[in-house]
């Protein structure tokens, strides 16, 4: 089993649609949980992080579900600009000679159309 | 703040033969990593280093080589390029768990 999992998509919405995006996780002792942009050719960017409150930042929402090793993104009043693939990653312990390591999954491809 | 930067950002090699990527950060980071990035699929951790001096080797580490003797640099060496090197290759800084990454080297071996 992969250690972060995402549905690749693609996901079409239309300019102004909600959309939502979810990511399991194999190893039930992760500590950290984050959520970053790729736009097409060029470097992740940190998004947002995940907190086990749940967070929000302006249209974007994350969330945590520990209990079913989950997380998921939501974005709120879709924007062209929104268009780009979303990495779900995660910090877990890898062992004691590496210490915690971030596990990225392969992403989830959004594109938002006018 | 610069942030990380990446030399080169394009480069095509022959089979066989070496280059070093460079990688370079001016936020003091103490951990640095490098990754590839293969199409449609997850970045991989090549090797990555907790502070200058110190080492380890990621996930897929093979036909690659490092060195960190400064905080500030972490390049990235390849011995003997092979096409399945080919890839986008991306340095990285951060503090243990957030993570800055550089503009990416796209490298193509043929």
Redesign the interface.
């Known amino acids: 089993r992969k250690e ?1 999992e995402q549905d ?1 998509g693609p996901f079409n919405v239309p300019e102004g649609a909600t959309v939502a995006f979810n990511c399991t996780y194999s190893n039930s002792a992760s500590q ?1 949980f ?1 959520w970053y942009r790729q736009d097409c050719r ?5 998004l947002m ?1 995940v907190y086990s409150s749940g967070n929000e930042d302006g249209r974007f929402t994350a969330q945590l579900n520990r209990a079913s090793q989950y997380i998921s993104l939501l974005i709120r009043d879709s924007k062209l600009s929104d268009s780009a693939t979303y ?1 779900c990653v995660v ?1 877990s312990w890898a062992d004691s ?6 596990n ?4 989830t491809s959004l594109l938002v159309t006018p | 703040n610069a942030g990380v930067t990446q030399t080169p950002k394009f480069r095509i090699l022959k089979i066989g033969q070496s280059m070093t990527l460079q990688c370079t950060q001016d936020m003091n980071h103490n951990y640095m990593y490098w990754y590839r990035q293969d199409p449609g699929m997850g970045l991989k951790l090549i090797y990555y280093s907790v502070g200058a001096g110190i080492t380890d080797k990621g996930e897929v580490p093979n036909g690659y080589n490092v060195s960190r003797s400064t905080t500030e640099d972490f390049p990235l060496r390849l011995e003997l390029a092979a096409p399945s090197q080919t890839s986008v290759y991306f340095c990285a800084s951060g503090r243990e768990v957030e993570q800055y990454f550089g503009p990416g080297t796209r490298l193509t071996v043929t």
């Open positions: 972060v690749p950290s984050f060029k470097e992740p960017k940190l992080s990495l910090n000679n590496s210490g915690y390591a971030l990225f999954g392969k992403g």
